[in-house]
């Protein structure tokens, strides 16, 4: 099983980052952006890091990473960006890249084992899950009702929990059992067809 989701890192949580980091401002740097919020996606691979996304915008994911961050961090990429227009003082204090994180965060994905059309969500399930230490918020995308499909990637999964603690072995723990709860199965369906004529 694979586990999609994101997690917030401290840059020197592992030794690659730090190089992407810099990989990263050269490419800004390259383009000539000197202002504004920059989504940047890299991946690392042998021959060293690769560009996927430099783009003007803030971070995706319906806004959902905002409370993270300031959880985390004290600030996020939309209170930076507010603060270069609004307080430019508090823009010049903020750390050239995150330091001094207070907690960790995970956004953990939710998955469908089964397609069909929603007739329930388990509410046991989703109460076990809002029940976890770590939890701070969810986005569901799916609804009783709705058609939900079989997840086998990041476009097929149904929203996500975000998770936030700032004991990282509680919180490795909380998405752990994250996974177990999803894993049994939180959506009940029927198919459509066996209920509708052809």
């Not at 690769?50 to 905002?66: M, P, S, Y």
Request: proline content about 5%.
């Amino acid at each position: 099983v694979v586990y999609f989701g994101m997690r917030l890192l401290p840059i020197d949580a592992e030794p690659i980052l730090a190089a992407m980091v810099e990989y990263i401002f050269g490419v800004l740097e390259a383009l000539g952006i000197r202002n504004g919020a920059i989504h940047s996606e890299v991946k690392m691979e042998e021959r060293g890091p690769v560009l996927i996304e430099a783009n003007c915008r803030l971070h995706g994911g319906e806004g959902t990473w905002a409370p993270m961050a300031e959880a985390c961090l004290g600030y996020s990429a939309v209170s930076a960006m507010i603060d270069s227009y609004l307080d430019p003082l508090a823009f010049a204090a903020l750390p050239r890249v995150p330091e001094n994180v207070r907690a960790h965060a995970k956004e953990a994905k939710i998955r469908s084992a089964v397609a069909g059309f929603v007739t329930e969500i388990d509410p046991e399930a989703l109460k076990a899950i809002r029940s976890l230490a770590s939890y701070q918020s969810e986005m569901i995308g799916i609804h009783v009702g709705s058609r939900v499909e079989k997840t086998i990637d990041l476009l097929t999964s149904c929203g996500n929990v975000n998770l936030v603690n700032a004991s990282l072995s509680e919180l490795e723990a909380d998405y752990t059992r994250f996974h177990e709860i999803v894993g049994r199965g939180i959506f009940k369906v029927r198919d459509r067809r066996s209920v509708d004529p052809p």
